[in-house]
């Protein structure tokens, strides 16, 4: 059983439910986003305060001011781009999107709601993320609270014709990507 | 009062017989005549031409034929059955009728328009092998330059490499699972993998 994919199957899988590689590695990629403009916009502050009053601050992991401002600007992130485009960046990038469980597009509510359930899959220490493996239209516990599902949504059909052009190019090795 | 009616019987017995005999002996006379007559000799001799020429066939006789009546008793699936259409069709030069044949009047008068409109484009379409096209024409090249650009790749290559790991996972927790039934297509999604714009 090989986990190499043919280009005919990514078309097949277009529209459908999204599997948990895509959406951990969406994931992934939105946690670094998310972190990245946490601390940029903490050092940041760090540099304004020291340039107003003169006074270095210095932030720690451990801090619990620090630790709530992530956790609210983690969901506020999530929330805001499901509520405004039904994905966030590392969804983009990985061609996913959050739809209603009945296939319609995301209402502003519903994406936020679907941020304040997201903590469960934690909450439940990763349970709540085991579903999607299990559930037979991949939804996570907090898909199955709010009423959401996450499905492909990238033009496969196009990237299977580039993907064939570039195996027809002179000089391109077969298998090479 | 007539004179026959005045004769008495005898006279008109005598009468009856003698008719009788004159009958037979006519009879005989024709026949003995007909008998010396070379009746070919005579037929040889007539200028058929002559006679025909002096018939008026289109009002003399056609003028008199009726020809919805002597149609109407044609039966023309009969007269169809015999006819053996192969042998016909065999003597047919289809080649020199073909040549006789002004095609392009005949391409004029083709309502192209209407012709289009009657072909669903969607379905030939659908029916290109795009692989091959892609593959055997300069059209592959068109499209790895028009769209192949580095950012383009690299989604490409993540994208499909996560949909090849979730398929690849789904087989193993579907066989782990012993799940029988299939997951369900989700609600919106096209059919045979048609993309989205």
Request: charged share 25%; proline share 3%.
């Amino acid at each position: 059983m090989s986990a190499r994919s043919r280009p005919a199957d990514w078309v097949g899988a277009q529209g459908n439910y999204a599997g948990s590689v895509s959406r951990l590695t969406a994931y992934l990629i939105d946690l670094m986003v998310i972190s990245g403009l946490f601390w940029l916009f903490l050092a940041f502050l760090s540099f304004a305060v020291q340039v107003v009053t003169g006074r270095t601050i210095t932030w720690h992991k451990g801090n619990l001011l620090v630790i709530i401002c992530y956790v609210v600007w983690h969901l506020f992130y999530l929330g805001f781009s499901w509520a405004a485009s039904g994905r966030s960046l590392g969804m983009f990038v990985l061609g996913v999107h959050v739809v209603r469980a009945d296939g319609a597009r995301l209402e502003p509510r519903r994406g936020w709601l679907r941020a304040l359930v997201f903590p469960l899959g934690f909450l439940t220490l990763g349970l709540g993320y085991l579903t999607m493996l299990v559930q037979r239209e991949r939804r996570a516990l907090y898909d199955l609270v709010a009423g959401t599902a996450v499905v492909y949504e990238w033009d496969a059909r196009a990237a299977r014709l580039r993907f064939l052009a570039r195996e027809a190019e002179p000089g391109h090795s077969p298998g090479q990507q | 009062m007539t004179i026959l009616s005045d004769v008495d019987p005898l006279r008109k017995r005598i009468t009856d017989e003698m008719e009788s005999l004159a009958q037979r002996v006519a009879e005989r006379v024709l026949e003995l005549v007909l008998h010396a007559v070379d009746l070919n000799e005579i037929i040889r001799q007539v200028d058929l031409n002559a006679l025909l020429a002096q018939v008026d066939i289109d009002n003399g006789i056609l003028a008199r034929v009726d020809l919805n009546t002597v149609l109407d008793r044609v039966d023309v699936n009969a007269l169809l059955d015999r006819v053996d259409v192969d042998r016909v069709l065999a003597r047919v030069d289809v080649d020199r009728l073909l040549a006789r044949a002004d095609v392009d009047a005949v391409v004029q008068r083709v309502d192209v328009t209407a012709l289009i409109d009657r072909v669903d484009i969607n379905e030939v379409a659908g029916r290109l092998d795009m692989d091959r096209l892609v593959e055997q024409t300069d059209l592959g090249a068109i499209i790895a330059r028009s769209s192949g650009g580095m950012a383009t790749e690299a989604l490409d290559a993540a994208r499909s490499g996560a949909v090849g790991l979730d398929q690849f996972i789904d087989r193993w927790v579907t066989r782990l699972l012993r799940m029988k039934k299939a997951r369900p297509m989700a609600p919106g999604a096209p059919l045979n993998g048609e993309a989205q714009p």
